[in-house]
């Protein structure tokens, strides 16, 4: 007969996250994918400190110079004789932040909005869905750009732009599973025990939803990293003198034909990082698919 020991150690064995992290774990292209995502991120928080030089701070002995070990700009210089490397690092940063704020913000207030109109149902569901409705309905692209317009192009308000048309999947998301835990026998007691509804869904709906909310966070941050590179690109979201990825695509894009390194490299890294984002995304899916234990 196990002992109690043993028995403590196959159910903690046993358990989802730590069946999660072993699968995970196993999963090459999903751990390649977090050491090289860390590895951008700790380059753009650090690099920019360490280097030489400033984002802002121009060479005029070389401008447009190519990318080169032997010189002091090894990845080049822009038209304006600033160093590509550090401009890509902060430019990071910078997409990398707002990608990272902009989902913390629309992942919370798609869970509250979504579990809430799960689990009241009725005439309260069905206004709020509606609302979502109408928001899909809206041109995305043509309200930030009006947005972004009128409020002007700070760091702030294009998190804010982005946040206002990127919550509605995850509230639909949201209100589905919370269908299906709301007559779970956990819930139905706790009403019988007269708790409240907001203490329910803090205590009980929320905390259930984290597999799936995890994940989807793991796919929206890409999809709000590229937008704000759009917005950039269009000459909508960060301006100058800051930087981001979207602005440096959109100068490189200007003399690709002449200095095609001031395009190829925040491309390249852009790509890169959408790429581990979405690899890290199928990990985690599969990772915590209960269908996998």
């Known amino acids: 007969m196990l002992g109690r020991t043993e028995i403590s150690d196959v159910v903690a064995g046993r358990s989802l996250w730590s069946d999660a992290r072993r699968r995970f774990l196993r999963n090459k292209a999903a751990l390649i994918s977090l050491i090289l995502l860390t590895l951008i991120a700790l380059a753009c928080v650090v690099g920019p400190w360490i280097s030489p030089h400033a984002f802002d701070s121009a060479d005029w002995d070389a401008m447009s110079a190519s990318p080169s070990w032997n010189n002091a700009h090894w990845w080049g210089t822009d038209d304006a004789g600033r160093d590509l490397l550090v401009r890509c690092l902060v430019g990071g940063r910078i997409s990398l932040t707002v990608g990272l704020l902009a989902t913390l913000a629309s992942v919370s207030l798609g869970i509250l909005w979504g579990a809430t109109a799960g689990f009241v149902g009725g005439k309260v569901d069905a206004l709020m869905m509606r609302i979502v409705d109408m928001m899909y309905a809206i041109p995305y692209l043509l309200i930030a750009i009006l947005l972004v317009t009128i409020l002007g192009r700070e760091?702030?308000?294009?998190?804010?732009?982005?946040?206002?048309f990127s919550w509605m999947d995850m509230a639909r998301v949201v209100r589905g599973q919370t269908l299906s835990l709301k007559s779970r026998e956990y819930v139905e007691a706790a009403q019988a025990m007269g708790v409240s509804t907001t203490r329910i869904i803090l205590r009980h709906i929320v905390p259930n939803l984290l597999g799936i909310v995890v994940i989807y966070t793991t796919v929206t941050v890409p999809g709000v990293i590229l937008t704000e590179s759009v917005l950039s690109f269009l000459g909508l979201g960060i301006q100058e003198p800051m930087t981001s990825w979207g602005v440096?695509?959109?100068d490189g894009a200007k003399v690709m034909e002449v200095s095609p390194w001031i395009l190829l490299f925040p491309?390249?890294?852009?790509?890169?990082?959408?790429y581990c984002f979405n690899f890290i995304g199928d990990g985690l899916r599969d990772a915590l698919d209960p269908k996998e234990r």
Do not use: D, W
């Not at 760091?155 to 206002?164: A, N, Q």
């Not at 491309?267 to 959408?274: E, I, P, Q, V």
């Open 267 to 274: 491309a390249g890294l852009l790509s890169l990082t959408l």
């Open 248 to 250: 440096l695509i959109q």
């Open 155 to 164: 760091f702030y308000l294009v998190v804010i732009t982005i946040t206002v």
